[in-house]
């Protein structure tokens, strides 16, 4: 590659070709969360507009509403109903309030795995016609087939998707996504993201992965992890301390449980490392745990066994 272009063609081809969608609905930007915030930069203004989001779930929306002086109007999952979505409640907040610009739904979600059904997603998109975007944020959708609405985009206006090789791709330090969505949308977007957003070496790596036999390993990347997964629920299930076991869509399940903070220092201090929540009151015994290798498996194994017959 000798010319730098603004949105490389050849890149663009492909990540449309893979997501099913026509080239001109696709915009390449550094990681989902570059498309995060292009999105809240566009379509809120300063103190005047609001995003909503429904808590808990990836923590990037609402700093990108943050940082552009848009106010964050909350749909918290209950946890007594297991984290579940309620499109009555998200339709309702939707009504009462005339600033949401964007609705961020995540799926499947960050950190409670679970999907954006069909039923709720044309609920959402219905109530936020004319007025507001409905963002589609699919990080994890390449763990659960069949989940993806990218091809909805050209039959809904105010439908946007946001794919990335960040997750199913292992490919975080890339820094490369897109935002799928109407040509009309990616206009506006392309108006003020940075002139040259991806460097050559960052396209040609991307290029590369989305080659076949790129594809290829990630399709045995993402059939191990569904393999994996299995055998991680089955060594969770039964456990004393597990109260409830959230598997989920993505590659990683969620677990409820007694002394959830105990566990991770315990986990920690004998080299496996367990993503916790501690700043959050809705997921204070929450553990996330991801999938991994068997190895990773048998020394979580081995944990959990020890910490079972640690004395509380
Ligand atoms: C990891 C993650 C992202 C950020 O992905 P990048 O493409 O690396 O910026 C976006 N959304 C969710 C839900 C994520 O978990």
Not at 41 to 55: K, N, S, T, W
Not at 259 to 280: C, H, K, N, T, Y
């Given at each position: ?5 603004p ?6 081809a492909a ?20 498309g ?39 749909v ?26 964007l ?29 507001a ?6 990080a994890?959708?390449?763990?659960c ?6 091809d ?8 946007v ?8 791709w ?20 392309r ?9 050559t070496?960052?396209v040609?790596l ?10 290829t390993?990630?399709?045995?990347l ?24 959230g ?14 903070a ?7 201090s ?10 959050d ?14 190895a990773?498996?048998?020394a979580?194994?081995t ?10």
């Amino acid at each position: 590659m000798s010319v730098t272009e603004p949105q490389p063609e050849a890149l663009v081809a492909a990540l449309a070709d893979r997501y099913g969608v026509p080239a001109d609905h696709v915009l390449a930007t550094r990681g989902s969360d570059e498309g995060i915030d292009l999105l809240t930069r566009v379509f809120c203004r300063a103190g005047q507009d609001a995003v909503l989001h429904c808590p808990p779930t990836f923590g990037m929306y609402k700093v990108a509403a943050q940082a552009q002086g848009a106010d964050v109007v909350s749909v918290t999952r209950s946890r007594e109903s297991g984290f579940a979505l309620d499109a009555g409640l998200l339709v309702d907040a939707l009504r009462a309030d005339d600033r949401v610009r964007l609705v961020h739904l995540t799926s499947p979600n960050n950190p409670t795995g679970d999907r954006v059904s069909e039923n709720l997603l044309q609920a959402v998109l219905f109530a936020s016609q004319d007025r507001a975007l409905v963002v589609v944020d699919e990080a994890y959708a390449e763990f659960c087939p069949g989940c993806s609405y990218a091809d909805r985009i050209t039959d809904f206006p105010n439908l946007v998707v946001l794919r990335t090789l960040s997750k199913a791709w292992g490919s975080a330090g890339l820094r490369c996504g897109a935002v799928l969505a109407q040509p009309e949308v990616i206009g506006l977007l392309r108006r003020i993201i940075a002139p040259y957003p991806l460097a050559t070496p960052v396209v040609s790596l991307a290029l590369r992965a989305l080659q076949p036999d790129g594809v290829t390993r990630q399709e045995e990347l993402v059939q191990a992890i569904a393999r994996n997964k299995k055998r991680l629920v089955s060594l969770l299930e039964g456990r004393p301390f597990v109260r409830q076991l959230g598997p989920g869509e993505a590659n990683f399940v969620r677990v409820q449980g007694d002394d959830a903070a105990e566990l991770l220092q315990f986990s920690a201090s004998r080299g496996v490392i367990l993503r916790g929540f501690p700043g959050d009151a809705a997921l204070r015994d929450c553990v996330r745990i991801s999938v991994g290798s068997n190895a990773d498996l048998d020394a979580l194994e081995t944990v959990l066994d020890a910490w079972e017959k640690e004395p509380s």
